[in-house]
């Protein structure tokens, strides 16, 4: 599968690289490039990231390509290979999902050992914090690794950790695997991302525009300076502002000038109304600078990727 010309994956690499909806003929560079002191190993994710489902590889030069693929709990293999080109091939097909893509090379079992047995978690604890997961997966920002912190540490109490790693990532997976089924029935191109596509427009404008960003306004106030650049202005939501959103209510911008007028902020403001306008969003905002935006009507579907 590909999406607007790029392949549906996620690729990080040994030396904290990610690279997001490449092509194919960007992949095969990557593969190439591995095999130095650092720069060794490609894992490649699915967008959306699906629990248990990855493929890697792994390269030193002189060496043998190691390349294996995950699918679900117990099918894990993997081969050796001597050409990158074929490694390369071989991880566009399982990108692409194309029938058949892993024909033609002896895969190996691997063996994943025994299984670790995770206890239930009691009725009243689970409850609790899947309340909290279904809300941070309503926001549609959090990664599963996020979300395994967020339900480990939600009811810490002292040295009382009522949620294990183990527990967590199994209540993670399943309500991820739900939000992924209810994100199916999603038509056409969803408010979030009419949204992303004015933050788009507006920072090639020269305002600097971020998501999620921080967490409340004032954190967000703060922050927005280091993300400047060259910017003349920004705009932002924070995480509050998000969660407010996914309930049901609108979205609350913070905007402004880098120049701290009164004068620059109303310009980034009606720029903002104008970019959200552009992508068919409607906005309440009196025109003051003091005033945030509002982004009302919002149906809040944001999709996962993880």
């Known amino acids: 599968m590909e999406i607007d010309g790029g392949l549906a994956i996620k690729v ?27 720069d060794r190993f490609l894992i490649l ?34 081969t050796d290979l001597a050409d990158a080109g074929r490694v390369a091939e071989l991880l566009t097909g399982w990108a692409r999902q194309d029938p058949g893509w892993d024909t033609g090379v002896e895969w190996e079992p691997i063996d994943l050992g025994p299984q670790e047995e995770v206890p239930e978690l009691p009725d009243d604890v689970r409850q609790k914090v899947e309340e909290r997961v279904r809300a941070r997966l309503r926001c549609g920002y959090d ?29 993670v997976d399943r309500l991820w ?16 991302e009419r949204l992303s596509s004015a933050f788009e427009a507006l920072e090639a404008g020269g305002i600097t525009a971020r998501e999620n960003f921080a967490c409340c ?10 993300e400047r650049a060259d910017a ?22 913070y905007y402004g000038g880098f120049d701290g007028s009164e004068e620059t902020t109303t310009a ?39």
């Not at 306004?217 to 280091?226: L, N, Y």
């Not at 003349?232 to 911008?253: I, K, M, N, P, Y």
Request: proline share 3%; net charge negative.
């Open 217 to 226: 306004r004032g954190c967000g106030m703060t922050e927005i300076g280091a």
């Open 45 to 78: 994710q699915r967008i959306p990231d699906l629990p248990d489902v990855f493929a890697q590889v792994w390269h030193e030069e002189g060496g043998d390509y190691r390349l294996e693929h995950r699918l679900g709990e117990d099918a894990f293999h993997g």
């Open 143 to 171: 990664s599963r690794a996020v979300l395994v912190e967020i339900a480990e540490d939600h009811l810490v109490d002292g040295d009382l950790r009522p949620v294990s790693t183990a527990q967590a990532w199994q209540l």
């Open 268 to 306: 980034v403001g009606h720029e903002v109304v104008a970019a959200l306008a552009g992508v068919g969003l409607s906005t309440e905002w009196d025109g003051s600078p003091g005033r945030a935006i509002n982004v009302t009507p919002l149906t809040w579907h944001k999709r996962l990727e993880g």
């Open 177 to 192: 695997w739900e939000r992924l089924a209810e994100q199916e029935a999603w038509e056409g191109v969803t408010d979030p």
């Open 12 to 38: 990080e690499t040994e030396n904290w690289q990610t690279h997001a909806r490449i092509s194919a003929g960007r992949l095969r560079e990557l593969v190439e490039r591995i095999g130095s002191r650092g």
């Open 232 to 253: 003349r202005g920004f705009v932002f939501f924070h995480q509050q502002a998000t969660e407010h959103a996914a309930d049901g209510h609108g979205l609350s911008l």
